[in-house]
């Protein structure tokens, strides 16, 4: 367990066909079910400081009380999963550690020398943050709000996969607005 951001809570994997990588995971792992959003609602998304409109595909589930992300990019602005796959790399891009004091942690990687690379937010109190600095090929850190409701769709989809008999596999993302 990091020492200073708590626990290691989710890991991310860029896949090429995130339909097939559903498929894999809920029925070769055993890992779901899948709460799957075609386009995930970014706002103030940046990257290296400026603004652009990203079109990602994700799908979240858990096994036991580490969240599995998968993502695909459905367009061609600058990402660190575009950079990933322009490397020819596939699978584990970034482990995200989760905050409810996102300022503050934000302020102790900054200060320990971390570079904010990608940023945004998705619905109220959902900020993230993306770190430059990779440590092994490809895989980097994120700092990921989860104050409101990204936090309660999180616990959500954590609750779902406990006792999962492998029924209804792929579920859509809740609306943020409404949680």
Not at 17 to 40: C, H, L, R
Not at 56 to 67: I, K, T, Y
Not at 84 to 96: E, T
């Amino acid at each position: 367990m990091s020492t200073f951001l708590g626990p290691i809570r989710q890991l991310g994997y860029v896949v090429d066909d995130i339909e097939a990588g559903m498929k894999y995971w809920s029925e070769t792992m055993g890992v779901g079910p899948w709460f799957y959003n075609p386009q995930v609602p970014i706002e103030d998304y940046r990257f290296d400081g400026e603004s652009y409109q990203p079109h990602n595909s994700v799908a979240l589930a858990n096994s036991g009380p580490m969240q599995v992300e998968l993502i695909q990019c459905r367009n061609d602005v600058p990402s660190m999963y575009r950079d990933y796959m322009q490397k020819g790399l596939r699978g584990l891009q970034h482990m995200a550690f989760w905050t409810r004091d996102y300022d503050a942690d934000l302020q102790m990687m900054l200060d320990r020398g971390f570079t904010v690379k990608m940023s945004g937010c998705v619905g109220q109190n959902g900020r993230f943050a993306y770190f430059a600095e990779e440590h092994h090929p490809g895989t980097c850190i994120e700092l990921s709000e989860v104050l409101g409701p990204k936090g309660t769709m999180f616990d959500m989809i954590r609750d779902a996969s406990e006792g999962w008999d492998g029924s209804d596999p792929v579920r859509p993302f809740p609306d943020l607005s409404k949680l």
